[in-house]
């Protein structure tokens, strides 16, 4: 089966520029995440969605970043404007829904790896 | 507040040697932990969670709670197993945890020939 994809790859941009991300999930796979994962630390959730819903987005700087899944598939992270300390890596997973609160496993795209100059 | 530690950033060990990867965590309530991969120039994925209680690739991992631990342990190392390990830990899926995953800073394994 196909993995999660994740486009670009690389991404290099200044200071104040704004960016964008996207993910396509595995086939079937309701819950869609996207983490940020700073050089030397573990992946951080920011935003979690349940088809087109937000889930939890607690940990989403809201003030630049924005995240959708408007056809509950496809999803896009955007941050504008971008800082220094968004370098990092973004990483999107998916999972399978099995119902009543519970997920199976996470599954993780290769990232994209974003350097803020 | 959930937090998972993980105190060794590198561990390095000679082939045939045995393992541990330690992993310390913080919640109040029943979670459900995790041990995650990630091989050089590979995707981050899921190596063992404490539910299974599986063994795999000869990696087994059990749960102590009075010392809210979560150690990952070969006992016989292979060169094929240097990678980069994160320990991760969810909300009890019974308290609709979720599976929103807090992961530790990650420990790199190296084996040596």
């Known amino acids: 089966e196909a993995g999660v994809a994740q486009s670009p790859r690389y991404k290099i941009i200044e200071k104040r520029q704004s960016v964008a991300f996207w993910c396509n999930p595995i086939s079937g796979h309701a819950t869609l995440y996207w983490y940020q994962q700073i050089l030397g630390q573990g992946p951080k959730l920011l935003i979690q969605?349940?088809?087109?819903?937000?889930?939890?987005d607690s940990q989403l700087p809201k003030d630049r970043f924005s995240a959708e899944r408007l056809k509950g598939v496809d999803s896009t992270l955007k941050i504008q404007p971008a800082k220094l300390e968004d370098s990092a890596v973004y990483l999107c997973?998916?999972?399978?829904?099995?119902?009543?609160?519970?997920?199976?496993?996470?599954?993780f795209g290769p990232g994209t790896r974003l350097l803020v100059l | 507040a959930q937090r998972v530690t993980q105190p060794e950033k590198l561990l390095s060990v000679f082939k045939g040697a045995p393992v541990e990867l330690k992993c310390n965590y913080s919640y109040s309530g029943s979670p459900e932990l995790f041990w995650y991969v990630q091989y050089s120039r590979q995707r981050l994925q899921l190596l063992l969670r404490h539910i299974s209680r599986e063994s795999i690739k000869g990696f087994t991992a059990d749960l102590n709670k009075g010392e809210t631990s979560f150690h990952l342990k070969k006992p016989f190392a292979q060169e094929e197993d240097s990678a980069m390990y994160y320990c991760a830990l969810s909300p009890s899926i019974l308290t609709g945890g979720g599976n929103k995953l807090t992961f530790g800073t990650g420990t790199q394994l190296k084996v040596e020939l």
């Open positions: 997973a998916s999972s399978l829904y099995l119902g009543t609160g519970r997920q199976e496993t996470q599954y």
């Open positions: 969605f349940q088809n087109n819903g937000v889930v939890d």
